[in-house]
T-cell receptor, first 117, second 115 residues
């Protein structure tokens, strides 16, 4: 079945450091891929998404490229800030036979990022 | 547009009781999905409703049920609560469709504590 594997945390970085959080997936067909972020005590916020191979999603300085050949969707940011401290989830949305979404997201276990000033 | 809203935000119940959680999707969204988040199991899919019909269901016991109303608002119910049901319950809405945006937008969650 479909699954998502992301690097275990926690990840601790200094402000302005480069961030990479690895995410790989297993899926039949061509899922859509997402990164969500969760701040303490809150729900999930969509950070970025990609719906087909070679698409690059980007938002707030974060980027991730949908790599079908390596089944990966790694999250990167060139210079992190203290305000980026949160838990990051990689997720995929499977597809029905007719092409529509299955309506359920499959999540990785989350990576906690702490950024120190 | 207003985001996804969930009520109540916090709940304390005792074992054996039942609980009903409510979710109002983003205006115009017809798909509502529910997820359970726990430290041990992470984020797990409960079920998805689209136009008042359950389209997809996760691997949870029958104590967990849901429904969707004609205005797309959704409720989930957990009967005979167990300690292990303590979790953050998240609702997400989506416009979903063959050519539509399948992105799910999440509410703030309902934190349930079972004593």
């Amino acid at each position: 079945g479909n699954s998502v594997t992301q690097m275990e945390g926690p990840v601790t970085l200094s402000e302005e450091a480069f961030l990479t959080i690895n995410c790989t997936y297993t899926a039949t067909g061509y899922p859509s891929l997402f990164w969500y972020v969760q701040y303490p005590g809150e729900g999930l916020q969509l950070l970025l998404k990609a719906t087909k191979a070679d698409d690059k999603g980007s938002n707030k300085g974060f980027e991730a490229t949908y790599r079908k050949e390596t089944t990966s969707f790694h999250l990167e940011k060139g210079s992190v800030q203290v305000s980026d401290s949160a838990v990051y989830f990689c997720a995929l949305s499977g597809r029905m036979n007719y092409g529509g979404s299955q309506g359920n997201l499959i999540f990785g276990k989350g990576t906690k990022l702490s950024v120190k000033p | 547009k207003a985001g996804v809203t969930q009520t109540p935000r916090y709940l304390i119940k005792t074992r054996g009781q039942q609980v009903t959680l409510s979710c109002s999707p983003i205006s115009g969204h017809r798909s509502v999905s529910w997820y359970q988040q726990t430290p041990g199991q992470g984020l797990q899919f409960l079920f998805e409703y689209f136009s008042e019909t359950q389209r997809n269901k996760g691997n949870f016991p029958g104590r967990f049920s849901g429904r969707q109303f004609s205005n797309s608002r959704s409720e989930m119910n957990v009967s005979t609560l167990e300690l292990g049901d303590s979790a953050l319950y998240l609702c997400a809405s989506s416009s979903l469709g063959l050519a539509g945006d399948e992105t799910q937008y999440f509410g703030p969650g309902t934190r349930l504590l079972v004593l």
